[in-house]
């Protein structure tokens, strides 16, 4: 089970809760975090691991960060920047979930400072007085989750994969219509 980290109430304004994170995108900017080194030498706080490794921790790290930066955080920011008649509580009650289950997993695959932005991020949201607030929030929140996610790519071991080709679908095709399968 994922543990549940507090969620940040005593965020103050949103301004400050955009500064902040806007300044934990700037410390992880040119070097890496900890966090990220330590997952790539298979140092995970929880213990998480399939069957004593840390590559299903890399794998589900790396997962969750793609979809929260290319989905979760992107289609809301779009939401809030392209539709002015969007519902700013409803925005705010969707991505509370969604965010609050994603930081819970950052914490679970090794993350916990990131799990930690994403819980102030979602303080912040339940400050939001306006799509344009709620809608600067989530660009600071998915820039850093975008680097953050950028650092997890580099440690990632894609050589690994050099293992599992496959056979080009369309060339099976080719050479069953050419009567060379």
């Known amino acids: 089970m994922v543990a549940k980290a507090e969620i940040r109430t005593d965020v103050g304004s ?27 030498k298979g140092i995970v706080p929880m213990g998480t691991g399939a069957k004593n490794n ?76 306006t799509l344009e607030e709620f809608a600067r929030l989530t660009e600071s929140a998915m820039t850093y989750f975008n680097r953050l996610h950028g650092w997890v790519d580099i440690v990632f071991p894609w050589g690994l994969v050099n293992g599992f080709h496959r056979v080009n679908p369309l060339q099976k095709i080719a050479d069953a219509a050419a009567g060379r399968a």
């Open 14 to 40: 949103v301004e400050e809760v955009i500064k902040a994170i806007d300044a934990a995108r700037e410390r992880i900017w040119d070097t890496p975090p900890q966090e990220v080194l330590n997952l790539g």
């Open 54 to 129: 840390y590559l299903s921790t890399l794998i589900f790290a790396e997962n969750e960060l793609r979809t929260l930066t290319d989905e979760i955080l992107w289609f809301a920011w779009i939401t809030a920047t392209r539709n002015p008649d969007a519902e700013l509580r409803t925005l705010v009650l969707y991505m509370d979930e969604m965010c609050q289950y994603k930081a819970n997993m950052n914490d679970y695959v090794g993350l916990p400072d990131g799990c930690a932005i994403l819980k102030l991020y979602v303080g912040g949201i339940r400050a939001a007085t």
